[in-house]
């Protein structure tokens, strides 16, 4: 049974540039939440999506966008990529009837730094 | 959400009992405390979660008092394996994952 897999692992952009990572729910879940974790800091909330639509948002400006698919995947996209974007982005699925705090799977992270 | 305090970091040698204490004085009735682990470059982890009283799974035991206005992870005699970043959390238990981590509390266990 696959649990939460993202890709890429690491990535390199510079300022201005755009990105887009990619997470894969583990198998049974339908809900996929997205987190922006700087170092040295706890992961931040940045939406949420379930059934192909954002569901809830945190404080992130839009150049934060996302996307899910029907197969539950989902897609997180940053435009216009500041110095400050630079962290690991984590991808969390849950199952809509079980999400909250105990039912939350999450994957490795992207690493994205931004020079 | 309710936020939480917890200490910044803590120490603790090889095969001790270590007690890690959060604050949550604004929790709500239907709220759940949840603790999760992260080693580094890695997503976090579920450990464990409670209501009230005492909790205890393979991995930690959780005390929350009457008042709930904190809770204490405990984890039993800590390996080196134990060294991450500790994480309380206060919410729903189903319907929210929108969740606030804080900064954690960094234990490093030491030989």
């Known amino acids: 049974d696959a649990g939460v897999t993202q890709s890429p692992t690491h990535l390199i952009k510079t300022r201005g540039q755009q990105v887009t990572l990619r997470c894969s729910p583990k198998?049974?879940?339908?809900?996929v939440s997205w987190y922006q974790q700087a170092l040295g800091q706890g992961p931040q909330f940045i939406f949420q999506?379930?059934?192909?639509?954002?569901?809830q948002r945190g404080n992130f400006p839009d150049r934060f966008s996302g996307h899910q698919f029907p197969n539950y995947s989902s897609e997180l996209n940053v435009n216009a990529l500041l110095l400050g974007d630079s962290a690991l982005y984590l991808c969390?699925?849950?199952?809509?009837?079980?999400?909250?705090?105990?039912?939350?799977?999450f994957g490795e992270g992207s690493r994205l730094t931004v020079l | 959400l309710a936020k939480t305090t917890q200490p910044i970091s803590m120490d603790s040698y090889e095969g001790q009992e270590v007690n890690i204490t959060c604050s949550h004085n604004?929790?709500?009735?239907?709220?759940?405390i949840t603790w999760y682990q992260q080693f580094p470059s890695q997503g976090p982890r579920f450990i464990i979660q409670?209501?009230?009283t005492k909790v205890t799974n393979e991995v930690a035991s959780l005390f929350i008092p009457a008042d709930r206005k904190s809770s204490t992870l405990s984890l039993p005699r800590v390996s080196l394996s134990d060294t991450a970043v500790y994480y309380c959390?206060?919410?729903?238990?189903?319907?929210?994952?929108?969740?606030?981590f804080g900064t954690g509390t960094r234990l490093t266990v030491i030989p």
């Open positions: 604004n929790i709500a009735t239907n709220d759940y």
């Open positions: 969390a699925s849950s199952n809509r009837d079980r999400g909250g705090t105990g039912e939350l799977f």
């Open positions: 999506y379930y059934e192909e639509e954002e569901r």
């Open positions: 409670g209501y009230k």
């Open positions: 198998s049974g879940h339908d809900t």
């Open positions: 959390l206060v919410g729903p238990q189903t319907g929210a994952n929108n969740l606030f």
